[in-house]
């Protein structure tokens, strides 16, 4: 039977064949990076170049697909890779377990590349790979901030010309207005505002590395909400393939 058999149902045999020859990479394999790749794997993306450095921590498994018990201490490039392979064997993944920044983006991107997806968290790597992204003339979808949110209707996507009150949003729209970068980029962000029950305690300053590579305070997250914003990367990501 062919696994994709339901995709090709829906979207048409022309559709399915673009997204089968469709190259994708994915930068940050976290709670939206993660969604995000399974779903764009289990709609038969063909080749999948997954790029994240980090490992996977019991902190991340409240809202991680790569993230288990058994996956701990794990490098989750080489989770990902095994999971996207069990979904689509035929998937070709390019795995690059390396620290995004000016420099490795010389590497890490390529005009054969169909769509890019931003779901990174550090804002200079962020800033960086959307700037060289659009300078390449490759279409982006890029993920706003999903933390310290909790209600998915307020979850929306659009221009970065068209965010708005998430505070991660307006830096990144200011530091690619100072490149003389404004519109362009498809984003997927909240207009919920970021809340916080209690202060983090200093022992769990870990849930993540600045782009300096110092622990950074984390920020309350729940499954539903980088789930819902890494699958609406996934169908915006379709919609540029299929289009």
């Not at 979904?87 to 920044?101: A, G, K, Q, Y």
């Not at 590579?213 to 309350?220: D, E, K, L, M, T």
Request: glycine share 8%.
């Amino acid at each position: 039977m062919n696994q994709f058999a339901r995709t090709e149902q829906l979207l048409g045999l022309e559709a399915t064949e673009k997204i089968k020859n469709a190259r994708v990479a994915i930068f940050g394999l976290g709670a939206v990076g993660s969604f995000a790749t399974e779903a764009l794997a289990r709609a038969g993306v063909g080749y999948l170049r997954l790029v994240d450095f980090d490992r996977v921590d019991a902190s991340n498994i409240n809202r991680q697909l790569f993230a288990l018990n058994s996956t701990i201490g794990r490098e989750k490039a080489g989770v990902a890779r095994e999971r996207v392979c069990d979904i689509n064997p035929l998937c070709e993944v390019d795995l690059h377990d390396t620290f995004v920044n000016a420099d490795s983006l010389t590497d890490l991107l390529s005009l054969d590349l169909d769509v890019v997806v931003d779901a990174i968290d550090g804002l200079n790597s962020k800033v960086n790979l959307v700037f060289d992204a659009v300078s390449m003339g490759l279409p982006v979808v890029s993920s706003m901030g999903a933390g310290g949110k909790i209600d998915i209707s307020m979850i929306k996507t659009g221009d970065i010309s068209q965010t708005c009150v998430c505070p991660l949003a307006r830096v990144v729209r200011q530091r690619l207005h100072r490149r003389g970068l404004y519109e362009g980029v498809t984003c997927v962000y909240s207009i919920e505002k970021t809340l916080n029950k209690q202060p983090y305690k200093e022992s769990d300053a870990v849930d993540g590395l600045s782009d300096h590579g110092r622990p950074r305070p984390p920020i309350g997250t729940i499954p539903w909400v980088p789930g819902v914003f890494g699958l609406n990367m996934a169908a915006e990501v379709i919609k540029i393939i299929t289009r």
